[in-house]
């Protein structure tokens, strides 16, 4: 897994597997989370997004769970396919106190490696 | 198609000059970005804008400039006093407001020779 800051992890799987990438956010009043996924050489895209008022959330074959006690947030892929490997970077948002701009934090990723 | 574009892909700098990066988003976005990626890093602010005509510094603002002059359009200026530019460079634009996400460009690299 990864955590907001720290280098950068690798996560290798066989195709067909389910992948669990995870991440420790830094700030507990942070209220929306993001989960990107970047290939080498492209911009990041977006997966799945989840608000601080849920638990889990499911896309298409894409899970994300948040656990607000331990500041951990997940991101559970089913059946991985070679298309999957990528470099997969969670974001957290925080809701200024005092107004002012929204600025989404990201961590430094996680390498997902799916062999055929 | 709607979308965010950068331009150019790849871009070579001498060092000592100053570089422009083009972001250009037809999304009618509010608010545009400009990031830093090192290889195995994950992204660093450089700016970001909210609205036309104003911008705000991020973490590692020192050596780079923009401008904000159309809704459309935040240009990143690498001028020849960021020590270290070579890097993969992102731009991003999303809807004012805690709950959407940002749309990248797909990035210019740029390596000073």
């Known amino acids: 897994g990864e955590s907001v800051g720290l280098h950068l992890p690798t996560l290798s799987v066989q195709e067909g597997d389910n992948s669990i990438i995870n991440c420790a956010y830094s700030n507990s009043a942070s209220d929306y989370f993001i989960w990107y996924k970047q290939e080498s050489g492209k911009g990041p895209q977006f997966i799945i997004d989840?608000?601080?008022?849920?638990d889990k959330r499911q896309g298409q074959r894409v899970t994300v769970l948040l656990n607000k006690t331990v500041k951990h947030l997940s991101l559970q892929i089913a059946a991985t396919q070679p298309g999957d490997s990528a470099v997969y970077f969670c974001a957290e948002t925080i809701r200024p106190p005092s107004g002012g701009s929204y600025i989404p934090t990201f961590g430094r990723g996680t390498s997902l490696i799916v062999h055929p | 198609d709607g979308g965010i574009t950068q331009s150019p892909k790849y871009l070579f700098r001498k060092e000592g000059q100053n570089v422009t990066l083009s972001c250009e988003q037809n999304l009618n976005h509010d608010a545009m970005y400009w990031y830093r990626q090192d290889p195995g890093q994950g992204l660093r602010l450089i700016y970001y804008?909210?609205?036309?005509?104003?911008?705000q510094k991020g973490d590692i603002a020192e050596g780079y400039s923009v401008s904000r002059e159309k809704k459309e359009s935040f240009p990143l200026t690498v001028t020849s006093a960021q020590k270290n530019p070579t890097a993969f460079y992102l731009c991003?634009?999303?809807?004012?407001?805690?709950?959407?996400?940002?749309?990248f460009g797909p990035g210019t690299r740029l390596t000073v020779l």
């Open positions: 989840i608000r601080s008022n849920m």
């Open positions: 804008s909210q609205i036309v005509n104003d911008f």
């Open positions: 991003a634009s999303r809807f004012s407001g805690l709950y959407n996400e940002q749309f």
